[in-house]
């Protein structure tokens, strides 16, 4: 996979403004370290050499250190302005952060799973609503508001690239609002703990220019497309006829539970069960028999079909772009 | 001052064989029985301090195990659910097992002696909050080798540690262990406190006081209104899991984000009092190796009481990626940045004194300048999470992970690694080795670097934290091997540590009572300190009482007219230490023990049946009620003494 995941690559306003911050803050603090640890170094290099049989010298307590004291009071005073400045400057990012135009908003919101991530595109037009999963598309340049809900436990959304992270919280509502300015492909990862898959509940972001969008965007309303031959139409009949379509929803059929990822274009998708593994038919048969090997207490259950059902069933799987 | 007391500060040597008399008074009972009743502060510290460097050494090895899971991408060593145990109760450990005790524990050592008292406050006390302590961390390992360990982080968050997504006990243990290192923390603070307070030295007013016995004060005081925080919260979780309250079931009107408030508002000032301990630590080790006590006592002093103010004001930075509002926020950026400036004072007013003093670079030395090294960094990246910009990035990545390892184990651990060093011979009556000593520090000093720096990196990387395995393809591979290889070398030189202890203990040089001439009371003491710690408990005349002579001219210089054959003390004014009335302790007693592990069988049953509380209680009620059943002989003997003239 060639999607990167970085902080200090920023693709977007709001990860840069991070990034800026980021920089001033290490070479304020990089000032702050040097002539700190210098001072350090300094003194024990020039202080006399002593063994516990040296007297102590207490006749410092009697006099007052007006030297040492003037010096360690300006050094103290130095640190409160390197302080404030950093504050200052924190603020005005956060501040910037929280200014971000949002005319012509595309709506996504992003519900959290154990573990995998409903993506729900929002539309005025109720028939212009789709969802899909692990894979979010965004336009080029246009800002992007998330919304983020979840239905289990806390997950955190965050794709450094484009911006910090922001928790999903079961019975709260976050939003979260990024663009991205250069076309590519982010990715992210859940960034709150959350039980025995976090490693592997990852997704990614890819920022279309705006007529690629409009594009993936129509193939995405579309419903599933219909099999045509006799192994895909036995593979959707399996589908909808056995326990996949309980969890499973594929727009055109008769399955629409959202239990689990919506799989209306699951073929066109980079990656199975959340960025675990790449989407070959190899992997999705393997997944489909024994889940729990490629992702150790995933909930979706083992299927041991016989061979040619279970060929069938990854052939229709395959159709689906 | 009273009269009577005036008649126990008196200028007469004691008499021949009080030491003999004395020792028969103060020491432990002999035996099985007589081991299990032990009482004396040191016992109970000596006790207290190994016990916490054995989970420090068990927390270490969970640590190593994560180190070689991650050592390479798609490892297999552990799996999902071991790793997240693992690394579980790996905080857990650290935190409510070694950190904050292992200060207490040297505090209960150590405190007594520098304040030139025989005995902590409350002695049986001391005893059963050891107790307690003990067994509530032996019963979390014992669940975790029976795999039922807690698996939802040590801060447990909900709901994945309530009881929707948390099945089983595994979370109900870890919401124990927090109520039995709560009820022992909350002990020892008590008894630290009250100890300080009444049981100084006469003449050792506010301003006398070592800077290691203020620190340890003023981290009693942030445990007692932290502590509560977290004590409720674990109260509420094993009640939404074990009688199906809904605190944090928003389904039915609770709050998710209630418990993270609870868990921090306790969480950060705990940082706090693990870091402060180690300033303590800093001072009196920085005093004695430059040879001049530290400049800027009262700037030192206030510094430690501000950091413990504005450390009740930083616990939301916690929580910035989470629904707060964004002034509230700023807010808390504003406190995480002012809490440098105390911590910067006191770098700065150490630094003054090793350059203004005659350095004597001995291993104790060299742990307290590996501080300087590491906490700077950590408390400037400290600065960087501050700031909710930078933290929405780097939070919860292994940025944080680094951050907290140079914050805790360079302000807390290295200190704590250099207080051994130089309170060993106190303790055992023998040196530790240098030689070893410096290997010591070095390889932790270097391996320490060569584990955790590299994390930074990691972090704004990508790499989450409490991943147990990573694709390869993320490109995080070469600086987790690094960072693995780091931990193997902090291995080691705990190991060189352990050796150190081991043969010193037994073959190392015979310690002189003050081997590197320093100038806390604890110094006057025998090495090792006889049961009753003073022969003659002294008086105060200044800040650094073995270094210059008496300002207090005219002053005795001891206590006398103490009863020999019964524990007498004098207490002293709590303010200005003047001699405010006599004391008696209590006799060594089972109880304290036997009470423990009622209080154990209590705690442990209420995981499998909420009526354990009720049947339990009366469980502990029988040997609480023995503990304070006074006795007709001693009660007699104590009033015969209190009439004596």
């Given at each position: 996979m060639n999607a990167i995941q970085n902080a200090l690559q920023s693709a977007g306003p709001q990860a840069a403004q991070i990034e800026?911050?980021?920089w001033l803050t290490l070479a304020v603090c990089a000032i702050a370290f040097v002539p700190t640890l210098g001072a350090l170094l300094w003194s024990l290099w020039r202080a006399p050499r002593a063994t516990e049989a040296t007297p102590a010298d207490t006749a410092i307590v009697s006099q007052p250190e007006r030297r040492t004291r003037s010096v360690v009071v300006s050094a103290v005073v130095i640190s409160g302005i390197g302080l404030a400045f950093l504050l200052l400057a924190s603020v005005r990012t956060d501040h910037a952060l929280a200014q971000l135009p949002l005319e012509d908003a595309l709506n996504i919101q992003v519900t959290g799973h154990r573990w995998w991530w409903d993506i729900q595109y929002d539309d005025p037009d109720p028939s212009k609503i789709f969802s899909t999963a692990n894979e979010i598309y965004i336009p080029v340049g246009r800002p992007v508001v998330i919304t983020l809900l979840s239905d289990d436990v806390i997950h955190s959304l965050w794709v450094p690239n484009l911006h910090g992270k922001k928790d999903l919280i079961p019975g709260q509502t976050a939003t979260m609002q990024i663009r991205a300015d250069k076309a590519g492909t982010y990715r992210g990862q859940c960034a709150e703990f959350c039980g025995l898959q976090h490693a592997f509940m990852a997704f990614t972001v890819t920022a279309l220019p705006a007529a690629d969008f409009d594009a993936w965007r129509a193939a995405q309303l579309e419903p599933a497309a219909q099999p045509t031959d006799e192994k895909a139409k036995r593979g959707e009949q399996l589908f909808t006829s056995g326990s996949c379509m309980m969890c499973h929803a594929i727009q055109g059929t008769t399955a629409n539970a959202r239990m689990a990822p919506n799989l209306t274009h699951v073929a066109s998708r980079r990656t199975l069960a959340a960025g675990t593994v790449a989407n070959t038919p190899q992997n999705l048969a393997a997944w489909i028999t024994d889940p729990q090997k490629i992702k150790p207490g995933v909930n979706m259950p083992a299927h041991h079909l016989p061979g040619g059902d279970l060929d069938a069933l990854v052939t229709y799987l395959g159709t689906l772009k | 001052?009273?009269?009577?007391?005036?008649?126990?500060?008196?200028?007469?040597?004691?008499?021949?064989?009080?030491?003999?008399?004395l020792e028969q008074t103060w020491r432990d009972p002999p035996g099985l029985v007589g081991w299990l009743s032990a009482i004396n502060h040191k016992s109970i510290g000596r006790r207290f301090i190994v016990s916490a460097f054995g989970f420090f050494v068990a927390g270490g090895l969970l640590a190593a195990t994560m180190r070689l899971q991650l050592a390479r991408p798609d490892n297999h060593l552990v799996g999902p659910d071991l790793y997240n145990q693992i690394f579980t109760l790996h905080g857990t450990t650290m935190m409510f097992l070694f950190a904050v005790p292992v200060m207490q524990a040297m505090a209960v050592y150590l405190v007594p002696l520098m304040i030139g008292a025989r005995s902590t406050a409350f002695p049986r006390m001391t005893a059963y909050a050891f107790w307690m302590y003990l067994f509530g961390g032996l019963m979390i390992f014992a669940a975790f080798l029976l795999g039922m360990g807690p698996d939802a982080g040590w801060f447990s968050y909900v709901p994945l540690a309530g009881p929707d997504y948390g099945p089983g006990k595994r979370n109900d243990f870890w919401a124990q262990l927090i109520t039995f290192t709560e009820v022992s923390g909350l002990l020892i603070s008590i008894d630290i406190i009250t100890t300080v307070l009444r049981l100084r030295a006469p003449g050792m007013t506010f301003a006398r006081i070592p800077l290691f016995v203020w620190a340890m004060l003023v981290t009693a005081f942030m445990i007692i209104f932290a502590m509560p925080a977290v004590m409720l919260g674990s109260t509420m979780l094993i009640m939404d899991r074990l009688v199906s309250t809904h605190f944090f079931n928003y389904a039915e009107g609770g709050d998710v984000l209630l418990w993270q408030h609870l868990?921090?508002?306790?969480?950060?000032?705990?940082?706090?009092?693990?870091?402060?301990?180690?300033?303590?630590?800093?001072?009196?080790?920085?005093?004695?190796?430059?040879?001049?006590?530290?400049?800027?006592?009262?700037?030192?002093?206030?510094?430690?009481?501000?950091?413990?103010?504005?450390?009740?004001?930083?616990?939301?930075?916690?929580?910035?990626?989470?629904?707060?509002?964004?002034?509230?926020?700023?807010?808390?950026?504003?406190?995480?940045?002012?809490?440098?400036?105390?911590?910067?004072?006191?770098?700065?007013?150490?630094?003054?004194?090793?350059?203004?003093?005659?350095?004597?670079?001995?291993?104790?030395?060299?742990?307290?300048?590996?501080?300087?090294?590491?906490?700077?960094?950590?408390?400037?990246?400290?600065?960087?999470?501050?700031?909710?910009?930078?933290?929405?990035?780097?939070?919860?990545?292994?940025?944080?992970?680094?951050?907290?390892?140079?914050?805790?184990?360079?302000?807390?651990?290295?200190?704590?690694?250099?207080?051994?060093?130089?309170?060993?011979?106190?303790?055992?009556?023998?040196?530790?080795?240098?030689?070893?000593?410096?290997w010591n520090f070095w390889l932790f000093f270097a391996g320490f670097n060569v584990a955790f720096y590299p994390m930074h990196h990691l972090g704004l990387a990508g790499m989450p934290r409490r991943v147990y395995t990573y694709p390869a393809d993320m490109g995080w591979g070469p600086l987790n091997l690094l960072s693995t290889v780091g931990a193997v070398t902090i291995a080691v030189s705990v190991l060189l540590f352990i050796v150190n202890a081991v043969r010193s203990r037994r073959h190392g040089a015979i310690a002189t009572d003050n081997p590197w001439g320093a100038s806390s009371l604890e110094w006057a003491a025998a090495s090792p300190p006889a049961a009753y710690n003073f022969l003659a408990p002294p008086v105060v005349g200044g800040r650094e009482p073995l270094w210059e002579a008496s300002k207090d001219v005219g002053a005795p210089t001891y206590v006398t007219g103490l009863a020999l054959d019964v524990r007498e003390a004098l207490a002293t004014t709590p303010l200005d230490a003047r001699p405010d009335h006599r004391y008696i302790f209590p006799q060594p007693s089972i109880w304290p023990f036997v009470s423990a592990v009622a209080t154990t069988i209590m705690f442990i049953a209420s995981i499998f049946s909420p009526w354990a509380i009720v049947w339990g209680s009366l469980l502990v009620a029988v040997p609480v009620t023995a503990w304070f059943w006074p006795k007709r002989a001693e009660t007699e003997k104590h009033l015969a003494l209190e009439k004596r003239p």
């Open positions: 800026q911050l980021w | 001052m009273t009269r009577r007391s005036q008649a126990s500060v008196k200028r007469t040597a004691p008499a021949a064989g009080a030491a003999a008399l868990f921090w508002f306790f969480g950060h000032p705990e940082v706090y009092f693990i870091f402060i301990p180690g300033l303590g630590f800093m001072s009196a080790i920085i005093a004695t190796f430059a040879r001049r006590p530290v400049f800027g006592y009262p700037a030192m002093v206030m510094s430690i009481m501000a950091t413990s103010f504005l450390a009740f004001g930083l616990w939301v930075h916690h929580m910035f990626a989470t629904n707060v509002p964004e002034l509230g926020k700023a807010f808390f950026t504003a406190m995480s940045m002012m809490i440098a400036v105390p911590t910067a004072t006191q770098i700065f007013c150490w630094i003054a004194t090793l350059a203004t003093g005659r350095v004597n670079f001995r291993t104790p030395l060299l742990f307290v300048l590996g501080f300087f090294f590491i906490l700077v960094i950590g408390g400037l990246t400290g600065l960087m999470l501050g700031s909710v910009p930078i933290d929405l990035q780097v939070h919860d990545t292994y940025f944080v992970v680094a951050h907290l390892h140079y914050v805790l184990i360079g302000g807390a651990v290295f200190p704590l690694f250099g207080a051994w060093y130089y309170w060993f011979p106190k303790i055992t009556g023998r040196m530790m080795d240098e030689r070893l000593g410096k």
